[in-house]
Every structure is written in structure tokens, then in C-alpha cells.
């Protein structure tokens, strides 16, 4: 089995920055996809930010060049560095490990911007 937790999130004004960590435990393969989703009120889930074990990433258009998703493998833990944020980016992030078919997701970690 594996646990994801997340921490970071909170109440931050437009402009300003957050760090998110996810901390993967149990039975976690090398090979595997991290990511960050995020999901806000009546929306649905959305990908964010993935990162492979070899360190290839991708981000949604909405917030390349603003946020940066980084991994530490030895410790299995996920990062998302979110910067310049915005009122639109506040929402419910979740961290995911994708190995191959099996899917875990964290509890979620609420942001909040305010403007």
C-alpha cells in the first residue's frame, strides 16, 4: 500500500508564494510518475504539474513559467514551488503516483489567494 500526504497549503494574497510537499511511504516502485492536480469549487480535477523519476516535466499552460514541480527519489518526496500566484489558482491540491496501473492520491491541501 501507498500513503501520500501533503502539506503547505494556506492563505496567501495575490503576487505571493507557496511551497506544497508530498510525502510518498509504503511500497513505491523506482520507476513511477508524481504530479500535482488541483481541483476548485464546482470544477473538475485538473493536471497541474508532472515530473517522471527521471526528472522530465510538464505543466498545464495555465501556470508554466510560474510554477515548478521537483522530486527527491531516494526520500520519495514531491515539491511544488508556486510562485506569482493568482485568485484563479486557489483550489484543492492533490499529490498522485502513478505506477504503472496503479493510481494513488494524497488527501489534498487547500490554497487559497486572495486578491
Known amino acids: 500500500q501507498v500513503q501520500l500526504v501533503e502539506s503547505g497549503g494556506g492563505l496567501v494574497q495575490a503576487g505571493g508564494s507557496l511551497s506544497l510537499s508530498c510525502a510518498a511511504s509504503g511500497r513505491i516502485l523506482w520507476f513511477n510518475t508524481m504530479a500535482w492536480y488541483r481541483q476548485a469549487p464546482g470544477k473538475q480535477r485538473e493536471l497541474v504539474a508532472v515530473?517522471?523519476?527521471?526528472?522530465?516535466?510538464n505543466y498545464a499552460d495555465s501556470v508554466k513559467g510560474r510554477f515548478t514541480i521537483s522530486r527527491e527519489n531516494v526520500e520519495n518526496t514531491l515539491y511544488l514551488q508556486m510562485n506569482s500566484l493568482k485568485p484563479e489558482d486557489t483550489a484543492v491540491y492533490y499529490c498522485?503516483?502513478?505506477?504503472?496501473?496503479?493510481?494513488?492520491w494524497g488527501q489534498g491541501t487547500q490554497v487559497t489567494v486572495s486578491s
Open positions: 515530473i517522471t523519476t527521471s526528472g522530465s516535466t
Open positions: 498522485n503516483v502513478k505506477m504503472g496501473f496503479y493510481d494513488y
